[in-house]
């Protein structure tokens, strides 16, 4: 009788743990319900973030030609009626052509490591 007692106990005592354990289960499938809509906005607020709209994108594309003396500043026009935001220069010759000072709302600056530098220059505002 003494055994039966005690299993009728350790039967109570699993059986209040199982209802514990479903009750929080129960608590933690209402907290994920609640927030999946919100991370459902976080992810759309993230994928914004890191779209680029193409709307907004304008540039141009223009090649030029440093200075016959190395290290002398050009002025490129850029005709787009506003400071750029990106401008990203490649040598298409043996020479390093670079930045010399900020663009402004008509030109960019370069200058040119060696004579007469043929380069690209995307330009994006």
């Given at each position: 009788m003494e055994?039966?007692e005690?299993?009728?106990?350790?039967?109570?005592?699993?059986?209040?743990?199982?209802e514990?354990i479903e009750?929080?289960?129960?608590?933690?499938k209402?907290?994920?319900?609640r927030?999946?809509?919100?991370?459902?906005?976080?992810?759309?607020?993230?994928n914004?973030r890191?779209?680029i709209?193409?709307a907004?994108i304008?540039?141009?594309?223009?090649t030029g030609?440093?200075?016959?003396?190395?290290?002398?500043?050009?002025?490129?026009?850029?005709?787009l009626?506003?400071?750029?935001?990106?401008i990203?220069?490649?040598?298409?010759?043996?020479?390093?052509?670079?930045?010399?000072?900020?663009?402004?709302?008509?030109?960019f600056?370069v200058?040119g490591?060696?004579?007469?530098?043929?380069f690209d220059?995307?330009?994006l505002i």
């Open positions: 055994n039966t005690q299993q009728n106990t350790e039967a109570e005592e699993l059986k209040t743990k199982i514990k009750q929080s289960l129960n608590e933690l209402e907290i994920d319900e927030g999946k809509p919100e991370m459902e906005r976080i992810k759309t607020k993230l914004e890191d779209k709209e193409e907004y304008f540039g141009k594309k223009i030609t440093t200075h016959a003396t190395p290290g002398t500043e050009t002025t490129h026009t850029h005709y009626s506003r400071i750029p935001t990106f990203f220069i490649t040598s298409t010759s043996n020479g390093v052509v670079y930045k010399s000072k900020a663009a402004d709302k008509t030109s600056y200058k490591s060696a004579a007469s530098l043929t220059a995307y330009i």
